[in-house]
Nanobody, 129 residues
Framework: QIQLVESGGRLVQNGDSLRLTCEAS????????MGWFRQAPGKEREFVAA????????DYADSVKGRSKITRNNPGNVGFLQIDSLKLEDAAVYYC??????????????????????WGQGTQVTVSS
């Protein structure tokens, strides 16, 4: 089973940019769809962004669309999430997730937590004004 480790979370100021990293091991990263989710205190976990196995199809939540970029480097077994113009509402624990690519039949599936079988431990992003 593939294992995931997120990193890059830190304290940032409102308006800053941040890049989160997801490192995979124990399997071929190209066999998996990659997703990013986040959970703020008192809130349910929500979808942020996703990329199919080759990065050919991307999806973004409305909350980050236009100011975020999801990328992946399969030979290096790493994925990234870049967020610009960070807002107070972006403060959360961010999770990288991976799901076997043959489970994703449509772009809609990219937003479904149930499709992702592997999860990292999370990296915390704190935003201050």
């Amino acid at each position: 089973q593939i294992q995931l480790v997120e990193s890059g979370g830190r304290l940032v100021q409102n308006g800053d940019s941040l890049r989160l990293t997801c490192e995979a091991s124990g399997g071929s990263f190209s066999s998996y769809t990659m997703g990013w989710f986040r959970q703020a205190p008192g809130k349910e976990r929500e979808f942020v962004a996703a990329a199919t196995w080759s990065g050919g199809t991307l999806d973004y939540a409305d909350s980050v669309k236009g100011r975020s970029k999801i990328t992946r480097n399969n030979p290096g077994n790493v994925g990234f999430l870049q967020i610009d113009s960070l807002k107070l509402e972006d403060a959360a624990v961010y999770y990288c997730a991976a799901g076997r690519r043959n489970l994703f039949m449509s772009q809609r599936d990219l937003r479904e937590e149930e499709k992702y079988g592997s999860w990292g431990q999370g990296t915390q992003v704190t935003v201050s004004s």
